[in-house]
């Protein structure tokens, strides 16, 4: 019997017979849906028709498994793989994003914890009402995904196991086609082979990824209990920088392709260019250099615990194990050496927690640093603002201590949209004079409708940070400063395109030579704007290196290499 002429096991749900195209258009298109969850790659930019010209080794597989089965256990069997190939096309869709995002694929073991923050940077973004909205959709979408997978899935089994006596040929001769390309390595599109077995390596590959994420909280313990700087007393750490106020201050999306990809690096080099000989007027110098970034496009929470701690910080499950732990950082190490800490916190909209592990004396938040200004984009205090503020409430109080600050500068975080402008310092005041600049900037429903105003908007919210740091410096800095500077990570993909590097430039700003003349053995390069030949680091090298470099002269005994 043709299985056009009626429903039956092999074509649907009931009985109920149906027109043949209907029957034959539905069978199609699961047959489309199920090839398309088998090859479609796991990043956006490879979605591409030449990607689903591929014969899946999987679907060859499925098929002589319904023919081998006995019929009791086909529709159980076939449901499994269905609701399977559904949970596997969900995590493509998870991989999708987060390479799009953060340049890496969804870890199915530490990356939870990531939507929540994900779901708050979206709120204050784009408000409540479209975050719900979005919310619905996934949901949504991921059952649909689950069913009609699933449904599919069922609908081909039947069809194969109706034709039990004829379908053998066409999957053996499959087969043979599939082991014949695979050997000859064969391509109808350059770089895409035609035999692919690209859903068994995505399932591969993270199944490594949940033994990797078990296994990892060992490791990092282990790591963590190397500390060549826990038992230094106060009065041995940081002895060359007695009396400076030292500034470490975070530029959000502060990247390598900031100062050498083309479409940007002749604008923010001229930035930087033009600080060179406004601070070199002003009496200033600078030495910088590369450090790699535990995380790219998000995050920014790894790479500032990795900077502090000296620790490899790259997903949740580290970070919340070092803050649970009496860890060493670059703050509490300047405050066990007698200097004021202070935390400028603009990015925080509630209490930090991690302050007290951090070693800070006092956090300011969006919430206490004074600022009555609009929030520009996500980001809720201008670069300016934060600065200023600082600079009242801590730098300029009388018969102070030195200080030590921790400052992120979140001007230049997504989406880019509506940007802040410099203006005078002493007209800065509460911020409500950035009021008017809400409306006069770029507005985000526009810049986002443009790829090419997504990255000029970013390099122009690098430029305003990188300027705000050079002017706050003219305008307030002293023989006592001593400013260091530097990315959190690269930008998203969206920005960098594929196969950045997790660079970030950082750089040391000071009146005093002395201060330079410690670092002289690190190799950097002078000015604002680290060569393309500079040293590069990773990140949780620098803290051993800076309080060696500050400290006493010789490497502490037993001072391990970083180990990730």
Known sequence: MSFSTRLDPADGDGPTARHPVVVRVTTAL????????????TEISR???GEFVRIPVEGIL???????????????VAGLLGVTLGLLTI?????????AVLARPFDPVLDWVLFDDALTVAAESHGPVGVIGAVAAAVVLAIVVLVAMTRSVLRLSRL?????????RPVA????????????????VPGVPVATNSATGLVYDHAVQVRDGLQDQQGFASAAAVDAFRDTP??????????????FSFVESYGRDAVEDPEFASQVGAVLDAGDQRLDAAGFASRSGFLTSPTAGGGSWLAHSTFQSGLWVDNQQRYDSLVARDRLTLTSAFRRASWRTVGVM???TEPWEEGAFYGFDKVYDSTSIGYRGPNFGWAPVPDQYTLSAFERSERATPDRAPLMADIPLVSSHWPWAPLPRLIDWADVGDGSVFQPMLAEGEQLDAVWSDPDRVRTEYRRSIEYSLNSLISYVETYGDDDLVLVFLGDHQPTPNITGDGASRDVPITVVTRDRVVLDRISGWGWDDGLKPGPQAPVWPMDAFRDRFLTAFGPQAEPAGSPSPAH
């Open 30 to 41: 699961a047959a489309l849906l199920v090839l398309v969850a088998l090859v479609a790659p």
């Open 47 to 49: 979605l591409t028709p």
């Open 62 to 76: 499925g098929a002589a498994l319904v023919l081998v089965l006995p019929a009791r256990a086909r529709r159980a």
């Open 91 to 99: 995590v493509k869709f998870l991989d999708m994003g987060f390479v």
């Open 160 to 168: 194969v196991a109706r034709h039990d006596t004829t379908a053998p």
């Open 173 to 188: 001769v499959f087969g043979v086609i599939w082991v014949t390309c695979a050997v000859l390595g064969s391509q109808i």
């Open 234 to 247: 106060g009065e041995e750490l940081l002895t060359s920088l007695r009396g400076k106020d030292v500034v």
């Open 346 to 348: 603009p990015g925080n």
